[in-house]
């Protein structure tokens, strides 16, 4: 869960349900962060309800403030429970994408390493052609 997690509503009342589906759609996300990102990662989740003459939409815009990156991410729908939907699944990418830039590489070496170790060892194992003489 989010240590720094907002959320506001403007021309709509951020009710106890709504604010419980944000948080477990929204404030869940940081398991998409290395361990050393979450400490710092902090969300502000903006709701907005507009109603113009025939038109109804909801809007939800969610800022991720990141260590070296800011993701900012704005959905509008007829219904605000789906813009929050559509911005979950949108983060989500967002953040796989943020997680694969700032790795460190480390895994990728010692996956290399190991390959590495195995195939000298079927080298070693692996009988030697027959020569004619």
């Known amino acids: 869960m989010l240590q720094k997690f907002e959320i506001r509503g403007v021309h709509t009342e951020v009710d106890d349900s709504l ?8 404030g869940n996300l940081d398991k998409y962060l290395s ?19 025939n038109k ?8 991720f403030y ?5 993701i900012n991410i704005t959905e509008s729908t007829l219904n605000i429970y789906a813009a929050v939907d559509i911005v979950e699944a949108k983060l989500k990418h967002q953040l796989q994408k943020y997680k694969d830039q700032r790795n460190s590489g480390k895994m990728h070496r010692r996956l290399f390493a190991r390959f590495a170790r195995n195939g000298r060892a079927q080298a070693q194992l692996a009988p030697e052609p027959l020569t004619e003489v």
């Open 19 to 26: 604010r419980k589906y944000v948080t477990k759609k929204i």
């Open 35 to 53: 361990a050393h990102n979450r400490a710092s990662a902090h969300a502000e989740v903006q709701l907005k309800e507009s109603k113009a003459k």
């Open 56 to 63: 109804q939409h909801a809007t939800c815009e969610v800022t």
């Open 66 to 70: 990141l260590p070296g990156e800011t």
